[in-house]
């Protein structure tokens, strides 16, 4: 836990104010920035990382995260990808209208503990249309975490809400952790949630955690 929480606080000291221009493009015309950061991703990370870390003379990732593309027959991914190929592989799945360097914090802290770590940028219509066809009707009987923003006026899970109730019907091995955040909580509070990552995998899931 010590030393995902120590890489994240890299992070903590940086100025992200890139987000707030890139959250602003997406309100104004979400098709266009989102065509633009998906072709053009150098364009995308000169955006989010500001001229401020470079000042402070910190490395934004000092574990590498790399741009790739697959290709397949019926659609083309973009996705960034830190640590050892043949690490443990942790995919980490933004929300909607967020991109995959939304875990920029999470990436090179997890890569640095032995994971490899992938986030795609996520296509949530054609995701939702293919887990209508899910096996099982949907239910996952492997471990799953939850992380609810505790002050998450958004996605409100807490306080009586009733939001979460189908994911705790469909979850056969649900573990739920509150961070005291708003909603975007990997910006937010990147240490508390590295942290209650790494809980969650040293705990739960010991056969996958690196020795």
């Known amino acids: 836990m010590i030393c995902a929480e120590t890489k994240a606080e890299y992070f903590c000291k940086q100025d992200w104010t890139g987000q707030i221009s890139l959250m602003g493009h997406e309100k104004s015309d979400f098709g266009?920035?989102?065509?633009?950061?998906?072709?053009?991703?150098?364009?995308?990370?000169?955006?989010?990382v500001s001229r401020q870390t470079q000042a402070d003379?910190?490395?934004?990732?000092?574990?590498?995260?790399?741009?790739?593309?697959?290709?397949?027959?019926?659609?083309?991914?973009?996705?960034?990808?830190c640590g050892a190929p043949d690490g443990s592989l942790i995919i980490f799945l933004h929300g909607w209208?967020?991109?995959?360097?939304?875990?920029?914090?999470?990436?090179?802290?997890?890569a640095e503990l032995g994971f490899f770590c992938v986030a795609p940028d996520m296509n949530h219509k054609r995701n939702a249309a293919y887990a209508a066809t899910a096996l099982n009707q949907g239910r996952l009987s492997m471990p799953v975490l939850f992380l609810g923003g505790a002050n998450d006026l958004t996605c409100m899970t807490t306080g009586g809400s009733r939001l979460a109730e189908p994911m705790r019907q469909y979850c056969d091995d649900?573990?739920?952790?509150?961070?005291?955040?708003?909603?975007?909580?990997?910006?937010?509070?990147?240490?508390?949630?590295?942290?209650?990552?790494?809980?969650?995998?040293?705990?739960?899931?010991?056969n996958v955690w690196p020795a």
């Open 32 to 48: 266009r920035s989102h065509r633009m950061t998906s072709s053009e991703p150098h364009r995308l990370a000169k955006l989010v």
């Open 57 to 81: 003379g910190i490395d934004p990732m000092p574990f590498p995260v790399t741009e790739h593309v697959l290709k397949t027959k019926r659609h083309t991914t973009a996705y960034l990808a």
């Open 97 to 110: 209208p967020e991109l995959a360097i939304s875990w920029r914090h999470q990436l090179p802290a997890f």
């Open 174 to 206: 649900l573990t739920e952790v509150a961070i005291q955040s708003g909603h975007s909580m990997a910006q937010e509070c990147p240490v508390r949630v590295n942290a209650a990552l790494a809980k969650w995998l040293a705990t739960r899931l010991t």
